[in-house]
């Protein structure tokens, strides 16, 4: 499969549900840069569109692009947030966050009015966990943290669970809000919505890469065509 061709026919598909003159979610990784494109070529055409992004280098894709780029207030209302993932199982949950953008990416996604994903195939599983959890913390104290990571995951049935600090050349990876990532491999994750809610009740977790619950559609590509699911 041509993963590059299916996330292309994916976001394509997605514009189907854009028209002129709407505010978008814009979402972080390869696959969502596809949209961001077709989005610029839209406000070529002589569309208006306002992008929110949830990550520095989508807002420098949008703006390069000519789409505008808005600062939210409380009466702003998103029609809707597009962006990929890392894995989806059969009930809609995701796991993101490989992008680093995981926290920025929920806050917009939760408040849109819809939220599509697209993705390639691939990305379609029977279970989560396959694709190590991307985990949001503060950088106080932050091996407190990973403490009371490790022993939430514990108490959730995982055992002697594998926590990394994600780093590049052995330099933490920041968030473009200057968290740092934990990644937690767990191979397989049974009762996502428990752990969501275990992880989030950690003081500083600020987000975990567990997107239950959210998704209004997921639009799947590979070189014979898309597929498109819905709860």
């Known amino acids: 499969m041509d993963k590059e061709a299916g996330k292309r026919l994916a976001a394509e598909e997605a514009a189907k ?9 814009l979402g972080t990784g390869s696959t ?126 995982f055992t002697a669970p594998r926590l990394s600090l994600r780093a590049t050349d052995g330099t933490p990876v920041k968030t473009d809000g200057g968290n740092l990532i934990i990644d937690a491999e767990l191979g397989r994750i049974d009762a996502p919505i428990e752990l969501e809610r275990a992880l989030a009740a950690i003081p500083g977790v600020l987000e975990s890469g567990l997107f239950c619950g959210m998704t209004d559609m997921i639009i799947y590509g590979d070189t014979d065509g898309v597929s498109v699911v819905k709860p």
């Open 17 to 25: 549900h854009v028209t002129t003159d709407m505010t978008l979610g």
């Open 32 to 157: 969502a840069r596809y949209f961001v494109d077709i989005m610029g070529e839209r406000v070529k055409q002589g569309w208006t569109l306002r992008g929110i992004p949830t990550s520095e280098e989508t807002r420098r894709q949008a703006q390069s692009l000519g789409i505008e780029i808005i600062e939210p207030d409380e009466t702003t209302i998103i029609d809707v947030a597009i962006d990929g993932t890392d894995e989806a199982d059969p009930s809609f949950n995701l796991i993101k966050g490989g992008g680093a953008a995981l926290l920025r990416e929920k806050i917009v996604a939760k408040a849109a009015r819809k939220f599509i994903v697209i993705a390639d195939k691939s990305k379609r599983v029977v279970a989560l966990g396959a694709f190590p959890l991307p985990i949001e913390i503060s950088p106080f104290s932050w091996a407190l943290t990973v403490s009371a990571i490790r022993a939430a995951l514990t108490a959730n049935g």
